[in-house]
């Protein structure tokens, strides 16, 4: 597959995937900003959240992250299927152990475009709707407080700890999965690749997520002066044992899980659909 096609059918899939699932990712952040506190259960809380702010509340800084995600997830189907390519040709092959490396290169790569894009989604969603006018009026209310390097790089360590395991297992499982499904014949092709994106989305959160409340709460933080570099990894992990312990880690973990199985079902979906009618303009099998 064309390394343009790829990118194009997997900004594709992140984006309208992240758009479904969006009003979930708002209770899952709302949830972590909140971690070790009085945070309501997923159920009072969409109530609390409607109550206050209406259905605009489950949807701020949506725009930003769909557009965010397109890129994101461009990226990291983009560097998986050139890497998995490249080891292909190697005394490697297609084995697991190739697939492993070639999805930890794309978490580590992708990082780092993710980290600005989930810097301004998770200040946004965590603050009431209405906040902020528009994403630009976040970036600069960012830039302004901690500067650009607060902007890019505040939680980047977290990240890259989060989306090396978390990225080998969404795609070595979406592909290993997929691959069994469709080869037993019990399951038709779009429903196959619906089960595989559920699972893997599942499997990519469950093993990472306290990681990912780490940086939820460490990309929340507005500080004056710059001050990025103060909110280390170690500081938030303590901060939060003292909170609540070890149920801190775990706060929002029933959104997120429902927001991964709707979200990475429809990217794969998108992202096989998209790779199917180029192949098929062109007369290939898919």
Same mark, same amino acid.
């Given at each position: +597959?064309?390394?343009?096609?790829?990118?194009?059918? !997997? +900004? #594709?899939?992140?984006?309208?995937?992240?758009?479904?699932?969006?009003?979930?990712?708002?209770?899952?952040?709302?949830?972590?900003?909140?971690?070790?506190?009085?945070?309501? %259960?997923?159920?009072?809380?969409?109530?609390?959240?409607?109550?206050?702010?209406?259905?605009? @509340?489950?949807?701020?800084?949506?725009?930003?992250?769909?557009?965010?995600?397109?890129?994101?997830? !461009?990226?990291?189907?983009?560097?998986?299927?050139?890497?998995? %390519?490249?080891?292909?040709?190697?005394?490697?092959?297609?084995?697991?152990?190739?697939?492993?490396?070639?999805?930890?290169?794309?978490?580590?790569?992708?990082?780092?475009? +993710?980290?600005?894009?989930?810097?301004?989604?998770?200040?946004?969603?965590?603050?009431?709707?209405?906040?902020?006018? %528009?994403?630009?009026?976040?970036?600069?209310?960012?830039?302004?407080?901690?500067?650009?390097?607060?902007?890019?790089?505040?939680?980047?360590?977290?990240?890259?700890?989060?989306?090396?395991?978390?990225?080998?297992?969404?795609?070595?499982?979406?592909?290993? +999965?997929?691959?069994?499904?469709? !080869?037993?014949?019990? #399951?038709?092709?779009?429903?196959?690749?619906?089960?595989? !994106?559920?699972?893997?989305?599942?499997?990519?959160?469950?093993?990472?997520?306290?990681?990912?409340?780490?940086?939820?709460?460490?990309?929340?933080?507005?500080?004056?002066?710059?001050?990025?570099?103060?909110?280390?990894?170690?500081?938030?992990?303590?901060?939060?044992?003292?909170?609540? @312990?070890?149920?801190?880690?775990?706060?929002?973990?029933?959104?997120?899980?429902?927001?991964?199985?709707? %979200?990475?079902?429809?990217?794969?979906?998108?992202?096989?659909?998209?790779?199917?009618?180029?192949?098929?303009?062109?007369?290939?099998?898919?």
């Amino acid at each position: +597959m064309p390394a343009a096609v790829s990118l194009l059918a !997997g +900004m #594709l899939g992140g984006s309208i995937g992240v758009g479904v699932a969006y009003p979930l990712d708002t209770l899952k952040t709302k949830q972590q900003s909140n971690a070790g506190g009085a945070a309501a %259960n997923p159920i009072a809380l969409t109530r609390q959240i409607y109550e206050a702010e209406g259905v605009a @509340g489950f949807y701020s800084g949506c725009s930003t992250t769909m557009a965010g995600q397109a890129i994101i997830k !461009g990226a990291l189907f983009f560097v998986y299927g050139a890497a998995r %390519n490249c080891l292909a040709g190697t005394a490697l092959g297609l084995s697991t152990l190739s697939l492993c490396l070639a999805a930890s290169f794309s978490g580590f790569v992708g990082s780092f475009v +993710m980290t600005p894009v989930e810097r301004v989604k998770c200040v946004m969603q965590a603050r009431a709707a209405g906040t902020f006018v %528009n994403p630009v009026a976040c970036i600069d209310e960012l830039v302004r407080r901690d500067g650009v390097s607060g902007l890019c790089l505040r939680g980047l360590g977290a990240t890259i700890l989060r989306e090396i395991p978390a990225c080998t297992f969404y795609f070595v499982t979406f592909d290993l +999965m997929k691959a069994a499904l469709l !080869g037993s014949g019990r #399951l038709a092709r779009t429903p196959a690749l619906l089960l595989s !994106g559920a699972v893997a989305g599942a499997m990519s959160w469950i093993p990472v997520y306290p990681i990912d409340v780490v940086k939820t709460q460490i990309q929340v933080e507005l500080d004056d002066g710059g001050s990025a570099a103060q909110a280390t990894i170690g500081s938030h992990v303590r901060r939060l044992w003292a909170a609540g @312990g070890f149920l801190a880690f775990w706060d929002g973990l029933g959104p997120k899980l429902a927001r991964a199985i709707v %979200n990475h079902a429809v990217t794969f979906l998108v992202f096989d659909w998209t790779c199917a009618a180029w192949l098929a303009s062109r007369g290939l099998a898919g």
